[in-house]
């Protein structure tokens, strides 16, 4: 160890030794250089001048923030005194007064409230914009919400901490009960809500623009599908997809069929509801040649962004009978709602069939029903149909053959009535897809039988 060493060793054993008592600190020079390195900021030391006093409803606390610069808004809103948004302002003014006449005055740099930016100034206004707009559409219920910038939302949180009263109400809720306040008195028949709104209205508080959402309307219903040849929604062209006005294959509509049950249904109802489209769910579908009766399949139809509401459902049900010229027949129609849709598509109802078949060879009829009766109460193990197996996944389901009735033969011609689990493949109950439903009418027969027609009866649920 050198000499030098040493010495520093024990310059470091006095500092240790020494306490604050002590006349030598080693740490004394540094104190005031941590005042000196502080930044003064001219605001903040005006700030500190006004937290020596108490907070609203103190007078103290309400000279401040009269001489902040708060508006008559939130003078009433951070008073910590009873008010409501129809006598705020007037209440604010009062407050201001007895603080100017305390010789409290508003700092002459300030140009705005410093709380909401001049915000509750402009509410009538707003509220009169709102509602000339919300005036093209019909509603009963509205659900408001606001946006802030959240460096305004943080600013303000930290004011009001400050110099606003215990308890005083956030920017952005007191801006909502405010314009709640104002719209209340201006919209005629309607209610705000707090949720399932048919309107939501959003208003960005820096623009001031409100951005309207019409929410979608739900009806429920029944249909039938009289003649084959349409498919249950719309369906592009196969061609174009559907894109660029349609091509020469679609003749320009863009779509592989003319109609569906969705359009039948949807656009008179689009139309009356004066809607922007339409989206349409069922309870399963039938294949396009297909029809389907009794008493129909349950569906929803959703109306988006509709501007009319309210209508008489008997009415609808009528325009759209009425419209269809006997394709399409809806009943049972009433108001739904969106959680209904997964319902509708969650339920696994049984089906009733009637179908007609065509047997390919010689076949006695006694023979014919015998095998047909035979495979009611059966659990069918079918492969998925060759016709669908570009869009399902290729795998055995079982499914099972609830009943079978009303079987009866003509010539080389069978029918029968059978009522199947959800998601059976009844075409291939009949003629068995070459091998991949087993057992099948045709496989018992041993003979090719083919589907001439197929409707649905019934679809038991509700
Ligand atoms: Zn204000
Ligand atoms: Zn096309």
Not at 73 to 91: H, M, N, V
Not at 146 to 162: G, I, N, W, Y
């Amino acid at each position: 160890m050198s000499k030098e060493e040493d010495k520093e060793d024990e310059d470091w054993s006095n500092y240790a030794s020494a306490g604050y008592g002590s006349a030598y600190d080693p740490w004394a020079d540094l104190v005031p250089l941590e005042e000196e390195e502080e930044e003064v900021d001219d605001y903040d030391l005006e700030l500190d001048e006004f937290m020596i006093s108490s907070p609203p409803p103190s007078d103290d606390g309400l000279d401040n923030l009269v001489r902040l610069g708060a508006c008559n808004y939130c003078i009433a809103r951070l008073s910590g005194k009873l008010f409501t948004w129809d006598d705020a302002e007037q209440i604010g003014a009062s407050l201001r007064d007895a603080s100017i006449n305390r010789g409290a005055n508003k700092d002459e740099n300030v140009e705005y409230c410093p709380f909401c930016e001049d915000l509750f100034v402009d509410i009538e206004t707003i509220a009169n914009q709102v509602v000339e707009q919300l005036s093209k559409f019909e509603f009963k219920k509205l659900q408001l919400g606001a946006h802030f910038a959240k460096d305004q939302v943080v600013s303000e949180d930290d004011l009001r901490t400050q110099f606003g009263a215990t308890g005083s109400q956030a920017l952005k809720s007191a801006f909502n009960d405010a314009l709640s306040n104002q719209l209340s008195k201006k919209l005629d028949g309607a209610e705000l809500v707090k949720e399932q709104p048919e309107v939501m209205l959003l208003i960005d508080t820096l623009t001031l623009e409100p951005a309207i959402e019409l929410r979608s309307l739900y009806l429920y219903g029944r249909y039938c599908k009289l003649e084959r040849g349409i498919p249950q929604t719309r369906w592009p062209c196969r061609a174009c997809k559907g894109r660029d006005g349609g091509c020469e294959s679609c003749e320009g509509t863009g779509q592989q069929y003319s109609t569906s049950v969705q359009d039948q249904i949807g656009e008179p109802l689009r139309a009356a509801f004066d809607a922007r489209d339409t989206a349409f769910h069922g309870m399963g579908r039938e294949d396009i040649d297909v029809r389907c009766l009794g008493r129909g399949r349950p569906f929803v139809v959703e109306m988006k962004g509709p501007k009319r509401r309210y209508a008489d459902l008997v009415e609808m049900t009528e325009l759209v009978n009425s419209t269809s010229g006997g394709r399409v027949e809806i009943s049972e129609l009433r108001p739904s709602r969106r959680s209904e849709v997964a319902r509708i598509k969650g339920t696994d109802a049984e089906k009733s069939y009637t179908i007609r078949f065509k047997i390919e060879g010689e076949c006695d009829p006694t023979k014919v029903e015998e095998t047909i009766a035979s495979l009611e109460g059966v659990t069918l193990e079918q492969q998925t149909p060759q016709r669908v197996a570009h869009r399902r996944a290729d795998k055995v389901r079982h499914r099972k053959v609830v009943s079978i009735t009303n079987i009866s033969t003509e010539g080389n011609e069978a029918q029968m009535n059978v009522r199947v689990e959800s998601g059976t493949y009844v075409k291939e109950l009949v003629h068995s897809d070459e091998g991949r439903t087993i057992p099948s009418v045709a496989g018992l027969l041993e003979l090719p039988c083919e589907v001439i027609w197929l409707d649905v009866n019934d679809v038991h649920a509700d």
